[in-house]
């Protein structure tokens, strides 16, 4: 993480909100959520200032991913971040992020126990998954449906 942290201070504007969504990642699997949150938020508005689009995207998506996590379980913003994620990544035609926002959603809905639109957002990220041939996160989505049943 502090390489990381070093390396934002040093990027060029353009690569700096790629940075800033890693570094959140990071804090994520650190479980640091507050400082996952904190550069969340910073990588979407560096996005959104910078037209950055794609960028908006994946930080959006992470966002989700950091709601899905937190305690306590916050579902309402989980689901708006992989929505809004879902609507950017689709009008660019960011597939591979498509998918992982179905995926996310899939998990979420499995989460609130809400079974069909979870059988459906899982079933569309396999079959995504499948299409562009990614394997590691086709057995991630394949998982899900099993613990649905």
């Known amino acids: 993480m502090s390489l990381l ?6 990027v060029t504007a353009s690569f700096q909100t790629l940075i800033v969504t890693h570094l959140s990642e990071a ?6 959520l507050e400082e996952a949150i904190a550069c969340g ?5 560096l996005a ?14 992470h966002l989700g ?17 992989y929505r809004e994620a879902l609507g950017v990544a689709s009008e ?8 992982h ?3 996310g959603l899939g998990k979420l809905y499995r989460r609130t126990d809400k079974r069909q639109e979870a059988q459906e957002h899982l079933i569309t990220a396999t079959k995504m998954y499948r299409e562009m041939e990614m394997r590691f996160w ?7 449906p099993r613990e649905l049943a």
């Open 138 to 144: 086709l057995e991630q989505a394949e998982t899900e």
């Open 65 to 81: 991913e950091i709601a899905s996590c937190r305690y306590p379980f916050d579902a309402e913003t989980a689901e708006g971040h």
């Open 5 to 10: 942290d070093e390396g934002q201070k040093r």
């Open 27 to 32: 804090y994520m699997l650190a479980d640091r």
């Open 101 to 103: 926002c179905h995926l």
């Open 41 to 45: 938020d910073r990588a979407l508005a």
């Open 92 to 99: 660019l035609g960011m597939r591979p992020l498509v998918a």
């Open 48 to 61: 959104r200032e910078r037209g950055q689009r794609g960028y908006e995207a994946w930080a959006l998506r």
